[in-house]
C-alpha cells in the first residue's frame, strides 16, 4: 500500500483529491489538521516526514484569497506560502520521498501573456501587481521541485490549474470568485423574488473553469505518469505543466448559465460602468493533452452539482 500525504486536505482541491485517492485500493491516504500538523512548523513537519514513511506527496496546502485579501496582506502570502513550500519539499526530500506533486495557479504567467498562455510564458514578463507575492511564490514551488530533480533526481513535478470551482469553494459572500459568487447571487435573488440581478462590467472578457474534480483527476494522473512518458513532453528547467479545458467562454454567458442552472427567471443587467479586467485568460493545455489527459465535466453540469453541493451546505454559508 502506497501512503500518500495530501497536504491541504480541507481546501477545494485537496479535497478533491482525497476523495478521488480513497477510491484506489492500493493507496492509504494520510491528511493532518492544522492543529494536528502546522505547516509553518519546519520542525514539526521534519518530524512528521521522519516517522509517517510517505510514498507520495500532494502539495495543495496554500494561503489563498482573492484580490482585497492579496492587496491587504502581501507580505503574508509570500512569507507563508514560500514557507509551506520549503517545509514539505525539502523535509519530503530528506526523508527520501521521491515522487511529489506540487500545485500552483495560472496567475504565475505574465499579466499580458499571449493567449492561450503556454508553460513558456514564465518568466517572460511581469505580473498582475494585486497578487505578485503569491505568484512569486508559486513560481519558487516549481523552481524548487525543478531543483531537486537536478541535483538529487527526484521526481517532484508541477501542476498550474484553470480557474477552479465546485464542491468546498468559498462561497462567502464578500471574498468569493466568481462562480460561488454568482451562485449565491442567484440563488438569493430567485429566493427574494428579485425582478433584477446586476453584473458588473460588459460580459465581454473570456475566462477559463475547471471543475474541482477534473484538478484532482489530473493531478494524479500526471503523478502517476511514467517517467519516460513524462520526461518526453516536458524539460528540465519548463517542467510544470498547464491544467484546464482549453476552452472559454464569455463571463455573459457564464452568468446566463448560472441563472439557468438556479433557476432565476428575472433580467439579468450588466454595469458597464464597472471594470472588465483582463480581456481574456485560456491555458494552452497541448502537453496536458499530449500526456493523455482531457477534461470530461462541462461548465453547465460542473455548475449543476455545485448548486446542489451549495444547497445541501447552506447552513455552513449563512452569515
Not at 130 to 154: D, H, L, V
Not at 229 to 241: G, K, P, V, W
Amino acid at each position: 500500500m502506497k501512503r500518500v500525504f495530501v497536504a491541504g486536505h480541507r481546501g477545494m482541491v485537496g479535497s478533491a483529491i482525497v476523495r478521488q485517492l480513497a477510491q484506489q485500493g492500493d493507496v492509504t491516504v494520510i491528511t493532518r489538521t492544522r492543529s494536528e500538523l502546522n505547516l509553518l512548523d519546519t520542525n514539526a513537519v521534519k518530524c512528521f516526514f521522519e516517522t509517517e514513511n510517505i510514498d507520495q506527496v500532494y502539495l495543495a496546502a496554500a494561503k489563498v484569497g482573492g484580490i482585497v485579501a492579496n492587496n491587504t496582506y502581501p507580505a503574508e502570502f509570500i512569507f507563508e506560502n514560500l514557507t509551506i513550500q520549503n517545509n514539505i519539499i525539502h523535509s519530503a526530500h530528506l526523508a527520501g520521498v521521491n515522487d511529489l506533486l506540487f500545485l500552483g495557479s495560472s496567475c504565475i504567467y505574465p499579466k499580458f501573456a499571449e493567449q492561450p498562455m503556454t508553460e513558456s510564458a514564465l518568466l517572460t514578463g511581469i505580473l498582475e501587481p494585486t497578487n505578485e507575492p503569491y505568484a512569486i511564490a508559486k513560481i519558487a514551488g516549481i523552481k524548487m521541485c525543478e531543483s531537486y530533480n537536478r541535483q538529487y533526481g527526484r521526481n517532484y513535478r508541477s501542476v498550474m490549474p484553470t480557474n477552479l470551482y465546485g464542491e468546498n469553494d468559498n462561497f462567502h459572500p464578500e471574498n468569493s470568485h466568481v462562480i460561488p459568487a454568482l451562485l449565491r447571487r442567484f440563488h438569493e435573488a430567485k429566493l427574494n423574488g428579485d425582478a433584477e440581478v446586476i453584473a458588473w462590467g460588459t460580459g465581454k472578457p473570456m475566462r477559463e473553469f475547471l471543475h474541482v474534480n477534473d484538478m484532482a483527476a489530473a493531478s494524479i494522473h500526471v503523478m502517476n505518469l511514467d517517467d519516460a512518458t513524462y520526461e518526453d513532453n516536458t524539460q528540465e528547467m519548463l517542467s510544470h505543466i498547464n491544467v484546464g479545458t482549453g476552452v472559454d467562454c464569455t463571463i455573459r454567458e457564464l452568468v446566463e448559465t448560472v441563472a439557468k442552472v438556479v433557476g432565476f427567471e428575472g433580467d439579468i443587467t450588466f454595469d458597464t460602468t464597472k471594470p472588465d479586467g483582463t480581456p481574456r485568460k485560456l491555458m494552452d493545455v497541448s502537453r496536458l493533452k499530449s500526456l493523455g489527459w482531457e477534461y470530461s465535466i462541462s461548465l453547465e453540469d460542473g455548475l449543476r452539482t455545485t448548486y446542489q453541493w451549495f444547497l445541501a451546505n447552506l447552513d455552513n454559508f449563512r452569515k
